[in-house]
């Protein structure tokens, strides 16, 4: 059974940073074929993505974090993680990974989900 587990949560005043961890378990050898992603769902809004990695490495962003946030995976250690510098009072939000075989900016094309991590920036 595939498992994603987020950590690295916590709050934060205005211009600091945090990083993001998720551990993925149950994937085995294939971990490293998925498209990871990160997605966040804000107070009262909808889930958005935010950042995704694909199997060869090369990432995208959503314009609003671009400069500020990097994503990264170690597939040896079967680990996504989300650098978030910069950090301003409107990425407060829950931050969840997710994995999918085809990489898509649509967030019901992904099939598996973390339990989510709490960020809260301050101003």
């Known amino acids: 059974q595939v498992q994603l587990v987020e950590s690295g949560g916590g709050s934060v005043q205005a211009g600091g940073s945090l990083r993001l961890t998720c551990t993925a378990s149950g994937y085995g050898y294939t971990y490293n074929s998925y498209c990871m992603g990160w997605f966040r769902q804000p107070p009262g809004k909808e889930r958005e993505a935010v950042a995704r990695?694909?199997?060869?490495?090369?990432?995208s962003y959503t314009a609003s974090v671009k400069g500020r946030f990097t994503v990264s995976r170690d597939n040896a250690k079967s680990s996504l993680y989300l650098q978030m510098n910069s950090l301003k009072p409107e990425d407060t939000a829950v931050y969840y990974c997710a994995s999918t075989f085809f990489c898509s900016s649509e967030v019901a094309d992904w099939g598996v989900w973390g339990q989510g991590a709490q960020v809260f920036v301050s101003s």
């Open positions: 990695i694909e199997s060869d490495g090369s990432t």
